[in-house]
C-alpha cells in the first residue's frame, strides 16, 4: 500500500471518528453545568433572587439539541437553586458580535452555554461574554480551546468538565479549587 493511500485511510478513520463522537447526554451535561455554577463564587454570592442561565443558538431556529439541553436545565432549575437563587433559563440569539454583546448588556444572564454548530462563532462569543463578565459554556472541548471558559464534554471516557482557566478568569469567574480538582484543566 502507497503511502498516499495509507494517509487517506487514516484521514477517513479520523472523520468517521469525528462524525461517530456523540456529545454526552443532556441530562448529565445539565447537572454537570448546575454542578459548576453551585462552585463559582461569584455568582453564588450575587444577590438577585434569580440566576440566569442562557442558552446560546444561532438565529432563525433552534437546533433539536439546544431545545433538549434548555428542557433539561429548565427541569433542573425547578428543583436545583444554584446557592441560594432561583434558577432561570432562557434563550439568546448569536447574529453577530456587536448584537450578541447588547443582547449580554441587556439581559444579563450569570452565564451562557453555547449550542454546537455555533463553533465558527467561539471567539465573537468570548470576547462578549469576557467583556460582560459571564461565565461561559460550551458542549465541547474544542470550544474550550476557542476561547469559552468551560466545556461539558467526555473526559477520560466519562461526562465530565474541562475548565480552561485563564478565559474563566479573563470572564471573571472565581472558581472554587474544589470544582478544579474533579475537572480536566487547562492553565
Do not use: W
Not at 85 to 93: D, H, Q, S, T
Request: charged share 20%; proline share 5%.
Amino acid at each position: 500500500m502507497t503511502l498516499a493511500a495509507r494517509c487517506g485511510l487514516l484521514l477517513t478513520a479520523v472523520a468517521v471518528a469525528t462524525v461517530a463522537r456523540a456529545e454526552i447526554p443532556v441530562d448529565r451535561a445539565a447537572q454537570l453545568l448546575f454542578r459548576a455554577l453551585a462552585y463559582e463564587r461569584r455568582i453564588v454570592a450575587n444577590p438577585a433572587p434569580e440566576a440566569l442561565i442562557s442558552v446560546v443558538t444561532r438565529t432563525g431556529g433552534v437546533a433539536p439539541a439546544c431545545v433538549a439541553i434548555k428542557q433539561e436545565l429548565q427541569q433542573l432549575a425547578l428543583q436545583t437553586p444554584v446557592g441560594k437563587r432561583r434558577a432561570k433559563v432562557g434563550y439568546l440569539a448569536f447574529i453577530d458580535a456587536k448584537t450578541f454583546g447588547e443582547a449580554l448588556r441587556r439581559v444579563k444572564p450569570d452565564a451562557v452555554l453555547v449550542c454546537g454548530g455555533l463553533e465558527p462563532a467561539v471567539p465573537s462569543i468570548a470576547e462578549a461574554t469576557r467583556e460582560h463578565k459571564v461565565l461561559s459554556f460550551g458542549m465541547s472541548r474544542a470550544m474550550v480551546d476557542a476561547g469559552l471558559s468551560v466545556a461539558l464534554d467526555d473526559v477520560r471516557g466519562r461526562p465530565g468538565l474541562v475548565v480552561n482557566l485563564a478565559n474563566a478568569r479573563a470572564e471573571g469567574a472565581a472558581l472554587d479549587a474544589s470544582l478544579l480538582q474533579v475537572s480536566d484543566v487547562i492553565r
